[in-house]
């Protein structure tokens, strides 16, 4: 599968040190699941988390789900020993914390080998260094880290984010370059469905691939809100049709509903298409 057509909608932290969520994630409809050795953990479990989830990735159970480990920083007495962990164990990506730069993901390379590695985007260091962070022949994919990014430039809270915006923007910026995956950070208030929506609105529009979730109860909204409306759905066939109809009188732009339909609008109406499909074949999987 196309990495750009595998849907990331819903994103779910899962601490990785608790057999009941290990348990529950296997039947959760998500997208992907990052199971977490760090924020989640105590710190006198990190030890028995990390076999906690070698044994629970080693059952499986997880199917489609793209499984996610997050470890702790290499510059805490835990990481080391999680990213040999990880190296060994049944997932599709490492996550490592607070990538300030392109040598942050080098140093978990050298232990982690060829595992696709993502990106927690947390800090001020690293909005400034997005562009090479993105560009390591490893990186696969841009998790923003909203939270630890908040405190660290010490700004309000605001429904809209405007105080993010810059960082959320530079991020975008150097994973659409690259071609990376790139989800947006979590939305603290789990039981606000209508302030979840909002926010989903708004990264979606900004042109993020999903968001990360604390919570199950967030999954429907997100998936929801991430994938292809039918309204989209219906204009990118109409879109298509129309501009097929024109090609072969040997014409190259076409009108549908008073708008102009070129070349770069049929690649996203065929994009939409495609998300579509996937998403039916992993919901009937």
């Known amino acids: 599968m196309d990495p750009r057509q595998r849907p990331y909608r819903s994103v779910l932290y899962i601490p990785g040190s608790k057999d009941r969520a290990l348990d ?15 924020d989640a953990v105590a710190a006198d479990e990190k030890d028995n988390a990390r076999e906690t989830l070698r044994a629970a990735l080693a059952a499986g159970g997880y199917g489609a789900r793209v499984k996610i480990v997050r470890i702790n920083g ?12 990880v190296r060994d164990m049944d997932a ?20 982690t080998g060829d595992l696709p590695i993502w990106a927690m985007m947390e800090t001020p260091r690293g909005m400034l260094n997005a562009p090479e962070i993105a560009a390591h022949p490893l990186m696969a994919g841009f998790v923003m880290g909203t939270n630890d990014l908040a405190k660290e430039l010490q700004t309000r809270f605001r ?4 105080p993010l915006m810059t960082s959320l923007g530079l991020c975008l910026l150097a994973a659409k ?4 995956i790139i989800v947006d950070g979590v939305y603290n ?9 909002a926010e989903c609105a708004q990264g979606r529009d900004m042109g993020f691939d999903g968001k990360t979730l604390i919570h199950p109860a967030q999954v429907e909204i997100t998936n929801a809100a991430y994938a292809p409306s039918e309204a989209e759905i219906d204009l990118a066939r109409r879109q298509i049709t129309a501009f097929e109809e024109v090609e072969a009188l040997g014409q190259g732009v076409a009108v549908v509903d008073g708008k102009i339909v070129e070349n770069l609008h049929v690649a996203t109406a ?7 499909e996937v998403i039916l074949a992993l919901q009937a999987g």
Request: overall charge negative.
């Open 189 to 197: 208030a789990f039981k606000d469905g209508e302030g979840l929506a």
């Open 270 to 276: 065929r994009e939409i298409l495609a998300k579509a």
């Open 24 to 38: 529950k994630a296997r039947t959760l409809p998500v997208d992907a699941i990052i199971f977490d050795l760090e």
């Open 92 to 111: 599709d990506v490492v996550l490592l914390p607070k990538v300030n730069s392109a040598a942050d993901v080098d140093a978990l390379a050298a232990i």
């Open 74 to 85: 290499l510059d805490t007495k835990w990481g080391r020993a999680d990213a040999e962990a």
């Open 177 to 180: 370059a690259e071609g990376l």
């Open 159 to 162: 429904a809209d984010r405007l």
